[in-house]
């Protein structure tokens, strides 16, 4: 066609047509003009052939200066990036200008393609069925979840197979630990329905962190028992090759960016409860396993069963309750009923809450506090364990150490200030120990926090005498109780006695 170069297949065919067709139906069966076959007639070499190289069209900037002294720093230095190679070149040579960056981070690829270093080969591996569990953590803190508004410095405990592709995850509110690794492994495996032969980790370096050479052990042992209990085997990557996990290091971008796109689809962030945004994930990985479910089903008759019961996914301490009315975990302050004061309690720890037993018997579940990344302590406080007690001592409440942690709700906190800053502190004090009393006492918490949101709305001060009549218990929906007293002359028929029997006579 005019216009258009011919190519090398083009020339062949003419070619081919030319040993049984003249020149101008050769040329119209290759389609080619016959100007076009002429010269081919004359100059049988392939157009390929017949391109000549394109000169420089301008003066090579880095002439006399990428050998003389681009090459050298690569010598010395083979991890250096190009970036740096360009700013070091423009200290020297300021003349050079932005518009050489494209050309030395060109020369400087080819360069490495032939005298650079060898690289590290991704040796890709066949999968067996039934072989391969992997589990990892992966930060989440790049989503921005709030429960309730609140920021949620969360991770994800993330297990996969390596075969079929089955996944489950599970929130992590702390950072890597053996409790964290322990619950999340075993509930993929209680979900999944059996258990792979091997268990692969990272180094987990980071569940070891800070820990003692004593603890390490431990922990150790427990992981080493865990997966003894489960009949598989254990192995690790190395320390800092997380390619070596890439059977789940590239799912985890995978996941996160699902997770994104269905917050984007949900349009907002934020959550009313931890276990809505765990649910909110859970429906997530489902809807992918969905998409492997045949090979996930074929994988399972790989698995080996389940054993009869789960193994130990928390950590056990003991802790004295002390006369503050609580106890100290792990630089958190936790409150329980003063009734516990001086006894001394078993703490199962997970990773979101703790489980509080006194000998066998179970007491409570606590959620679980951390403290500061600055060492700073935190305190998890119930007011309904200390109210009764702040009744007879509310002048404590002003100056006590986990005050702001005392408070249900945000405007509870916010009616404190405002009372601080109407009244004397005697008053304040009365007023906002008696209002957590009232929430405790009739069980109005939500109730009572929206109107002490409308008093702050108007800038009001809580009417006490309003609120007592407002959670009064209602009369009419108390029951009508009517105790008929029986004579005791029906009883005395009931067991079949005589009176004599009955008053003793005769004996």
């Not at 032969?197 to 987990?204: G, K, N, V």
């Not at 958190?332 to 001394?344: D, K, N």
Request: proline share 5%; aromatic share 6%; charged share 30%.
């Amino acid at each position: 066609m005019p216009g258009r170069h011919i190519t090398d297949h083009q020339m062949r065919l003419y070619m081919t047509y030319r040993k049984t067709y003249p020149i101008a139906v050769a040329a119209a069966k290759a389609s080619i003009s016959p100007a076009t076959a002429y010269r081919i007639e004359k100059d049988p070499r392939p157009p390929s052939q017949k391109t000549e190289a394109r000169g420089r069209r301008r003066p090579d900037p880095l002439a006399g200066i990428f050998d003389a002294e681009v090459v050298p720093m690569l010598q010395a230095a083979p991890g250096l990036r190009p970036v740096a190679v360009f700013e070091e070149l423009i200290r020297r040579h300021p003349d050079l200008g932005e518009s050489v960056r494209r050309t030395l981070e060109r020369r400087i690829r080819a360069w490495r393609a032939i005298h650079g270093e060898e690289q590290d080969v991704i040796f890709r591996q066949v999968q067996e069925p039934g072989r391969l569990g992997l589990s990892d953590f992966t930060d989440m803190a790049a989503l921005g979840i709030t429960i309730t508004h609140q920021v949620l410095d969360h991770r994800l405990y993330h297990f996969r197979l390596a075969y079929s592709g089955f996944e489950h995850a599970h929130v992590v509110l702390g950072g890597e630990s053996f409790v964290a690794l322990a619950e999340g492994l075993q509930n993929a495996l209680w979900s999944l329905g059996g258990v792979p032969r091997e268990h692969r980790t990272d180094s987990l370096s980071a569940a070891f962190r800070n820990l003692g050479k004593e603890a390490r052990e431990d922990l150790t042992r427990r992981y080493d028992e865990m997966i003894t209990h489960y009949g598989m085997v254990a192995s690790r990557n190395n320390a800092g090759i997380a390619r070596e996990n890439g059977a789940i290091e590239g799912p985890h971008g995978h996941l996160k960016r699902a997770i994104e796109d269905a917050l984007l689809l949900r349009g907002a962030r934020d959550f009313d409860t931890l276990t809505a945004y765990r649910g909110f994930v859970d429906e997530i990985v489902s809807r992918r396993n969905a998409r492997n479910a045949r090979r996930i089903d074929a994988e399972r008759s790989e698995l080996r069963q389940l054993p009869e019961q789960r193994s130990a996914d928390f950590e056990e301490l003991g802790v004295r309750v002390t006369s503050s009315g609580g106890f100290t975990l792990r630089k958190v302050f936790y409150t329980v009923p003063s009734r516990l004061i001086g006894h001394r309690l078993r703490v199962r720890l997970y990773d979101d809450r703790l489980d509080v037993f006194i000998g066998s018997t179970h007491l409570m579940t606590l959620p679980r506090g951390r403290a500061s990344p600055s060492g700073k302590h935190d305190q998890v406080v119930n007011y309904r364990h200390v109210i009764h007690a702040l009744k007879r001592k509310p002048m404590a409440l002003m100056r006590l150490v986990y005050r702001d942690q005392l408070f249900p709700r945000e405007a509870y906190r916010q009616t404190f200030d405002l009372l601080v800053d109407r009244l004397t502190e005697r008053q304040a004090c009365q007023i906002m120990v008696e209002l957590l009393g009232l929430a405790h006492e009739r069980g109005c918490e939500r109730e009572l926090a929206e109107e002490l949101s409308i008093c702050l709305g108007t800038g009001d001060l809580p009417d006490m005498g309003r609120l007592r009549t407002r959670f009064a218990p209602d009369a009419a929906s108390l029951p009508n109780v009517v105790v008929r007293l029986e004579p005791l002359q029906a009883y005395e028929a009931l067991i079949g006695s005589t009176p004599a029997l009955a008053t003793g006579e005769g004996a």
